[in-house]
């Protein structure tokens, strides 16, 4: 156990607090409130909430390493599915001998999903894809929320000249389509899980902020905020106390459905060979494996069906809590 | 309205300028020409081969500014004739170079590509545009249903799947096990040909109908929330009309902004389903310049497809004071 891995742990659990945090935060006000109220009838923002959950725990569980052995260390994950013997090669599901058709040898182990090309087990391989998926989902998001929406309210709020050089610099990075600029960028910059969580970044903040932006014209329209200036309340005061909590409903729905966005591109990505480094368990990685597989003779298709499902009840629960969490705060619009 | 396209139209070399900058940085300033020279010639390529390649493209010369000591071997003459200037006056006259890897014209190669691609975006983008709307209004007709619920969910479901997994299953169970198409390949000779490009054209359809769907229904929905269609509901128009004449005609008008602005993207065709299925396409170029690390194809498809949306936003602006007399009159 090094520091890094020390350190990965006390970020996971504090990625995971600052969640919580917000949450417990945002019920004070009274917006949140009724939104909680609404959200609490809505069954399948409930159920989708639900799975979101389960996705977390088992990325914490990935994420977070113990020591183990001598020098080595082990994430929670890894150390729960210990007795889950390694195999030569491909072998079905639920079978008891190798995937061959001349020589069939008999497996170590059970497995309910099968073992992919170097005998892992295609479950627990789904299952610790998760950790790449909300470790560049969060970090991305980390990057890109809070600057997407400083940049907002500062847009919206400051107009004029602060307005002319956020509105430039978004509009030219949104003329380039995203795929080619996230392509651009991961090409140029290599191929690592933090490399891919910038560029991604570099490109998502532009939609939140053009809402933000948006919202926040729209607030300071409106009698409270003349009056917090005729006040004489500081700038400072008025972004951090009066306009940031009424668009921060926004935000936490964007985020929300941004994270759904992300996790697809970090498959696409990985799949067109810019992505996740090899190696990395990841469902994009995965799937562009599932390329070679289902050509072979006898098929081989657990390992993309698994990586398809896992990403799917991923990306499927996050779209629907986020339209939950819209039709909660905006029952009128949603 | 004019000196309101006149600003259009004049705010789009600034944002060209913008995005010659962004690829500038990313691919001469972020990664220096002699590590592309090395990554392309391999790693353990003799110097004097990389200094002819480097020469031979004009990279050898300094980045930004020839002023200064030079280095030993450095070309250029005089301030302007750096990489910067030659970049940005080639890219201005749309003139993009060669290939990094196969010494290629690139006109060439986008001539060739182009259309390809355009024969698989095409109709995939038109047939789609119309199944999309088509079931956003009878999500719409049916709104506020179980019915309308469901077809909201499914169109998430839609969404959620990575879009390679569409390819790879249609390749695999209706062309392959099934055998009702070509799995790959791309002819243009007879009509008989659009075969190949049958399964490849509905798979772009799925890709995109769950959120087209799902966006044009909020659209929809926001259309008929509209005062006029309440006075239309109590002057006794029915509710089919009152969707397919009123609603339609009136939500078409946010439509455009969605949709005038991704035409020009369609020459850029499709990634993944060009390579998938072999289609000679700008996409499959793409994939190809992406797996040789051959940056000056990916730059130029940057820039030009760049070039292609500015020119789509403000077509579509123009489309937009056209169609709603508001912007016209604000």
Request: aromatic content about 10%; proline content about 4%.
């Amino acid at each position: 156990m090094n520091f890094a891995l020390w350190f990965q742990n006390f970020a996971t659990i504090a990625g995971l607090g600052l969640v919580a945090w917000i949450v417990i935060h945002g019920t004070r006000s009274e917006r949140w409130q009724r939104a909680w109220s609404r959200l609490r009838q809505d069954r399948i923002g409930i159920a989708a909430g639900i799975v979101i959950a389960i996705y977390l725990g088992i990325g914490a569980l990935e994420m977070i390493e113990m020591p183990h052995g001598k020098y080595g260390s082990i994430s929670i994950l890894g150390w729960l599915t210990q007795g889950v013997p390694i195999e030569k090669s491909y072998s079905a599901p639920w079978a008891s001998t190798s995937l061959s058709l001349s020589k069939p040898e008999k497996l170590k182990g059970w497995h309910l999903l099968g073992t992919d090309a170097l005998g892992k087990d295609t479950f627990i391989e789904s299952l610790r894809a998760c950790r790449t998926a909300l470790l560049i989902g969060g970090i991305t998001s980390a990057i890109y929320v809070p600057l997407g929406a400083l940049f907002g309210i500062f847009a919206g709020y400051f107009r004029r000249w602060a307005d002319d050089i956020i509105q430039y610099v978004y509009t030219v990075i949104y003329s380039i389509p995203e795929i080619l600029l996230l392509i651009s960028m991961l090409v140029v910059l290599g191929k690592s899980i933090f490399n891919m969580s910038l560029a991604l970044a570099v490109t998502a903040w532009v939609s939140l902020c053009r809402l933000i932006r948006g919202e926040t014209m729209r607030q300071t329209e409106r009698p409270y905020i003349a009056a917090a200036r005729a006040l004489g309340q500081s700038h400072w005061n008025i972004i951090v106390h009066h306009l940031l909590p009424n668009v921060m409903h926004l935000v936490l729905i964007s985020a929300v459905l941004g994270f759904s966005h992300l996790v697809l591109a970090e498959a696409m990505l990985s799949y067109l060979g810019v992505g996740s480094p090899i190696g990395t368990p990841s469902w994009g990685v995965m799937i562009d494996g599932a390329r070679g597989e289902l050509g072979r003779e006898p098929l081989v298709w657990w390992n993309l069906i698994s990586a398809t499902c896992a990403l799917f009840g991923l990306v499927l629960s996050l779209n629907l809590f986020g339209d939950a969490l819209r039709r909660a705060f905006d029952p009128k619009r949603g | 309205m004019f000196s309101y396209l006149l600003r259009r139209l004049l705010y789009a070399p600034f944002i060209i300028a913008g995005v010659m900058l962004i690829t500038f940085v990313l691919f001469f300033v972020v990664q220096s020409p002699e590590i592309t020279a090395k990554n392309v010639l391999g790693k353990r390529a003799n110097p004097k081969t990389v200094q002819d390649y480097l020469h031979k493209r004009g990279y050898d010369k300094p980045l930004f500014l020839g002023i200064g000591r030079k280095k030993p071997g450095q070309a250029g003459n005089g301030i302007f004739d750096t990489i910067f200037f030659n970049q940005m006056r080639s890219l201005a006259v749309f003139d993009l170079g060669v290939s990094d890897v196969s010494g290629r014209e690139l006109k060439e190669v986008f001539r060739e590509g182009a259309i390809p691609s355009l024969l698989l975006t095409g109709p995939a983008f038109v047939a789609g545009f119309f199944m999309a709307v088509g079931f956003a209004l009878f999500l719409v007709f049916v709104r506020k249903s179980a019915l309308d619920t469901g077809g909201v969910i499914l169109c998430v479901a839609l969404m959620s799947v990575p879009p390679m997994v569409y390819i790879i299953f249609g390749q695999a169970v209706v062309a392959l096990a099934l055998n009702y198409f070509p799995a790959f390949g791309y002819r243009l000779q007879s009509w008989s040909d659009a075969r190949f490009l049958l399964l490849p054209v509905s798979l772009m359809i799925v890709i995109s109908l769950g959120s087209d769907a799902r966006l044009y229904r909020a659209v929809f929905l926001e259309e008929i929330s509209q005062d006029y269609v309440r006075t239309a509901q109590a002057k006794g128009v029915s509710n089919t009309r009152l969707l397919m004449v009123h609603v339609l005609k009136n939500g078409m008008i946010a439509l455009i902004t969605y949709v005038v602005a991704q035409l020009p993207l369609l020459i850029l065709g499709s990634l993944l389903v060009e390579n998938f299925f072999g289609i000679p396409g700008l996409g499959n170029t793409l994939v190809a310049a992406i797996q040789t690390s051959d940056l000056a194809v990916i730059r130029s498809t940057t820039f030009l497809t760049a070039i292609l949306y500015i020119v789509g936003l403000t077509v579509t602006d123009i489309c937009y004071a056209a169609a709603d007399p508001r912007i016209r009159l604000s």
